[in-house]
């Protein structure tokens, strides 16, 4: 485990922190007006290799050379020109911290975003060291500056990554609906505020990710996924921005506690270790892998169902009811990918050079209107 201090007096900024992979929808902005609740679960940290924060670049300031060089192979909006390496905590698992008060300009809606820079201080030198953010529509973070904070060991050596089979028999899965609060409507209890059940941002983030590596691995070829959950998610935007024809190439899930895939499969959906973002591989060569975050693929591969309708009757002496709370509500509209998380990971790989890969980047916008993303 780690604690970080801060750079310019050593004060400790975290309680103990364990590393995990950083999470895809780690920079994702939901909706318009939802609250969305904290990013990092408590005692982990992740790390963003890319730059991230302001100052903001334009694509057009950006010389070729250099975004080759941050493996960018295709134009996106803007660029950070922050430091690479920033961590994201849960803002509880920081201490010794305080608010600075004019960084609230920061282009904020209703809270803070950190679009301004550095927006919380060590409490004891006041050197900027994070920003926090918890503004609607975003992830509730503490981003600690790069620059501004170090990290040390405690507590001895970190034990290595969790295997497979404990992950398993664990079983966080990540249910693919659920219910989000957003502003602007008073309940009828008299908050402003209500609940509104809608697809996973979750998901929506972790399939953008998938669905791009899904077209690099089509070779411009029609794609198929299983049928039932993964269809929703993935098949309508396949089949919409693939070409039709008879050699459709075939993606399955694989992983841990399902069977082998056959050598014929050329591509696998496959799980991410939750704690190295290391994506499962089978033995031997390995056909092209599309990494899921492991709570989304532990859903798609074994999902929970809904509990089944009470059969009419008294029930036997001793049997304990199960049906006071009604399944989950589903939500009311197709599946849409995260457009932003599917154009971050598409133009940072090499395939997208390809020029109908290129123009699917290209007209993003058009098909966010056609309700693909």
Do not use: K
Not at 50 to 74: F, M, V, Y
Not at 106 to 133: F, H, K, Q, W
Not at 336 to 362: Q, S
Request: glycine share 10%.
């Amino acid at each position: 485990m780690f604690v970080f201090v801060c750079t310019g007096c050593g004060a400790e900024l975290t309680g103990p922190l364990s590393p995990v992979a950083l999470p895809p929808h780690a920079h994702q902005r939901y909706g318009n007006g939802v609250q969305l609740p904290v990013l990092m679960e408590p005692g982990t940290f992740a790390v963003d290799p890319e730059p991230w924060g302001p100052p903001l670049r334009r694509w057009e300031d950006i010389q070729p050379d250099e975004a080759t060089a941050r493996g960018i192979h295709a134009p996106v909006p803007v660029l950070s020109g922050g430091a690479p390496g920033a961590i994201v905590v849960a803002p509880g698992d920081v201490r010794g911290t305080v608010l600075i008060p004019d960084s609230r300009g920061g282009g904020y809606c209703c809270g803070l975003d950190g679009t301004g820079g550095p927006n919380v201080a060590c409490m004891e030198c006041a050197g900027p060291v994070a920003s926090r953010i918890d503004d609607c529509s975003l992830w509730q973070a503490m981003w600690l500056a790069p620059n501004a904070v170090r990290r040390l060991p405690v507590g001895g050596t970190d034990p290595a990554p969790r295997p497979w089979p404990e992950l398993m028999a664990q079983g966080r899965s990540t249910p693919p609906f659920e219910p989000l609060a957003s502003w602007g409507s008073r309940s009828a209890v008299g908050h402003w505020s209500h609940y509104v059940w809608t697809w996973s941002p979750q998901w929506e983030a972790a399939a953008g990710q998938a669905l791009a590596h899904l077209l690099a691995a089509s070779d411009g070829r029609p794609v198929t996924v299983p049928d039932g959950l993964a269809g929703q998610v993935f098949q309508r935007a396949l089949d919409a921005l693939l070409p039709t024809g008879p050699s459709a190439r075939r993606a399955v899930l694989a992983g841990p506690g399902l069977p082998t895939p056959g050598s014929d499969t050329p591509i696998l959906l496959v799980p991410s270790h939750p704690q190295t973002g290391e994506p499962w591989a089978p033995a031997g060569p390995a056909p092209y892998l599309v990494p899921l975050p492991f709570g989304v693929w532990l859903w798609l591969a074994f999902p929970v169902r809904d509990l089944p309708v009470p059969a009419s009757g008294v029930l036997p002496a001793g049997v304990l009811r199960d049906d006071f709370d009604p399944p989950a509500p589903h939500p009311h509209h197709l599946f849409r990918a995260d457009p932003e998380v599917f154009r971050h990971t598409l133009a940072r790989l090499p395939a997208v050079r390809a020029p109908w890969l290129r123009e699917i980047l290209e007209n993003l916008v058009h098909h966010r209107r056609g309700g693909l993303f």
